[in-house]
């Protein structure tokens, strides 16, 4: 396969602390799926490297999921690019795959190519919880007025929630960015969104925010501090409503009970 001598000890000693017996049985088939996409030794060994779970993924498996990706639209060059980043890429299953595809699709109306380029930039997407996922569309979308091409130019999920919103809300309780209304006016000139999340701290302070270090560390903790209630509150309400349906079911129950009981001693 084209290994050094102290390359071959690394994938040895790798494969003897993998999980579950079963993975020096198919390691060779792993390694050889990984050689049809075009990667040398070094390559593969960096891959593994960064992701070791790989070793148990079974060849068949690996392979679909290969497959898949180009299917999806990674070509050449760009796959191996993605999959030498992002490794894990190559641990997701090919249906939650899809299933994420459908909902970028469906939910958040990307095209076609669009979903290649969030594959090929942002890998890490697959893997996100899909309701964080939809949040954070819709909160770029309807709250800050974003459409979808300026979102992919900006690699918008690459970013967490918390950085989006810390960042954003920051901006909005200076004055310096406002919701697009109706007609997608606003009363002051909003910044990209390149140019809230693409730079470093101190040039957003500086240049975009017109703020101190000290200012935005304290509303970052205030921020911290007001959406960790506004997660207990949800709760209690969310917990409130289903003790409610329970109250009622029971009532439904109780009710139905001593109406049988009537009819029967009737």
Same mark, same amino acid.
């Given at each position: ?32 799926? $990984?050689?049809?996409? &075009? %990667?040398?030794?070094? !390559? ?7 992701? @070791?779970?790989?070793? /148990? #993924? ?10 898949? $990706?180009?299917?999806? &639209? %990674?070509?050449?060059? !760009? ?7 992002? @490794?894990?890429?190559? /641990? #997701? ?10 909902? $970028?699709?469906?939910n958040c109306l990307f095209t076609t190519h669009q979903i290649t380029d969030i594959?090929r930039d942002s890998p890490a997407t697959l893997q996100e919880n899909l309701d ?9 979308y309807f709250r800050m007025g974003i459409k979808q091409t300026e979102m992919l ?114």
């Amino acid at each position: 396969m084209g290994f050094t001598d102290i390359q071959a000890e690394q994938i040895y000693d790798s494969v003897s602390k993998a999980r579950g017996g079963s993975t020096a049985k198919h390691v060779l088939s792993t390694l050889t799926a $990984l050689f049809s996409m &075009g %990667l040398n030794p070094s !390559s593969v060994l960096k891959l593994l490297e960064k992701c @070791p779970e790989l070793y /148990t #993924v079974k060849e068949p498996q690996l392979q679909q999921r290969i497959d898949n $990706l180009r299917k999806l &639209g %990674l070509v050449e060059g !760009s796959l191996q690019r993605t999959v030498s980043h992002h @490794p894990q890429i190559l /641990t #997701v299953p090919v249906k939650t795959i899809k299933n994420v595809v459908v909902f $970028l699709r469906e939910n958040c109306l990307f095209t076609t190519h669009q979903i290649t380029d969030i594959l090929r930039d942002s890998p890490a997407t697959l893997q996100e919880n899909l309701d964080q996922l939809e949040y954070k569309f819709q909160y770029v979308y309807f709250r800050m007025g974003i459409k979808q091409t300026e979102m992919l130019k900006t690699r918008l999920f690459r970013f967490t929630l918390d950085e989006v919103r810390c960042r954003h809300t920051f901006l909005e309780r200076r004055g310096l960015y406002q919701t697009p209304d109706k007609k997608g006016q606003t009363a002051v000139i909003n910044p990209k969104l390149d140019s809230v999340l693409n730079i470093d701290l101190d040039t957003f302070l500086s240049n975009v925010a017109k703020a101190s270090a000290e200012e935005y560390d304290v509303f970052q903790r205030l921020m911290a501090r007001e959406w960790q209630e506004q997660e207990h509150y949800g709760k209690i309400e969310a917990d409130s409503d289903d003790k409610e349906e329970e109250d009622d079911d029971e009532e439904e129950e109780t009710r139905g009970k001593s109406g049988y009981s009537k009819r029967k001693n009737k």
